[in-house]
């Protein structure tokens, strides 16, 4: 059984800080694994995925996660975030094959608060 | 901006009602899924086409759900008789091969009452 944890609620930091959103999978191999991002009555919008190679990914808006397989870890950073990235973020797995290929397990999400 | 097309972006109906949500998917994508997502951002799996072939689905959706996938025409999901606890926003999703990225909707907002 596959499974992710984001054990952080809420984030609350001030604009221009760093951030990290922490995320935790349970997966009997390697899973392809995505960071969504949802503001208010909107969709989920894909922010950066990774599928192999390189654990660093980059993603839009200057984001990036890093992939380790040792902690079984995919945490979301940014370097200086602005007030307009408030809003929740999901991370989420999908098994490599098999039949439920494609199927996306979610994480509960973490809500970011970017204080001005 | 979303190029998964939702409509309606919101709908009331009374328990018992039909609701009906439509999805156009990224064109060129033939896989399209459909999740539920609760108030506590919890998300359920529904269903999931290749072109219009289901390729799986879970028990709800075979008792009070129906979709389907038509050769151009919108895809659909429909709930035959809406209960309270269908409140959600039902999030569809395309992509290019199953396995692939998913990009989402908009999502439609479903208040049973």
């Known amino acids: 059984a596959q499974s992710v944890t984001q054990p952080d609620a809420r984030v609350t930091v001030s604009e221009g800080a760093s951030l990290q959103l922490r995320c935790k999978y349970s997966?009997?191999?390697?899973?392809?694994l995505f960071w969504y991002v949802q503001y208010p009555r909107q969709g989920l919008q894909l922010l950066l995925k990774?599928?192999?190679?390189?654990?660093v990914v980059q993603g839009v808006n200057s984001f990036e996660a890093e992939f380790s397989k040792s902690n079984s870890s995919f945490h979301l950073q940014k370097a200086s975030v602005h007030w307009s990235d408030s809003a929740v973020y999901f991370c989420?797995?999908?098994?490599?094959?098999?039949?439920?290929?494609?199927?996306?397990?979610f994480g509960a999400g973490t809500q970011l608060i970017v204080i001005p | 901006n979303s190029k998964v097309i939702q409509t309606p972006r919101y709908l009331v109906k009374g328990q018992g009602q039909k609701a009906k949500m439509r999805c156009i998917p990224e064109?060129?994508?033939?896989?399209v899924f459909w999740y539920q997502q609760n108030k506590n951002n919890e998300f359920k799996f529904l269903i999931n086409?290749?072109?219009?072939?289901?390729?799986?689905q879970i028990d709800m959706t075979e008792k009070r759900f129906s979709a389907e996938c038509p050769s151009n025409s919108p895809c659909s999901l429909e709930i035959q008789s809406s209960e309270a606890g269908d409140s959600a926003l039902y999030l569809c999703?395309?992509?290019?091969?199953?396995?692939?990225?998913?990009?989402f909707g908009e999502g439609s907002r479903l208040i049973v009452v």
């Open positions: 999703a395309s992509s290019l091969i199953s396995g692939n990225t998913l990009y």
């Open positions: 997966y009997s191999a390697t899973p392809y």
């Open positions: 990774y599928y192999s190679g390189d654990p």
């Open positions: 989420a797995l999908s098994p490599q094959g098999g039949s439920a290929l494609g199927r996306l397990h």
């Open positions: 064109k060129g994508h033939p896989v």
């Open positions: 086409f290749q072109n219009q072939e289901v390729l799986q």
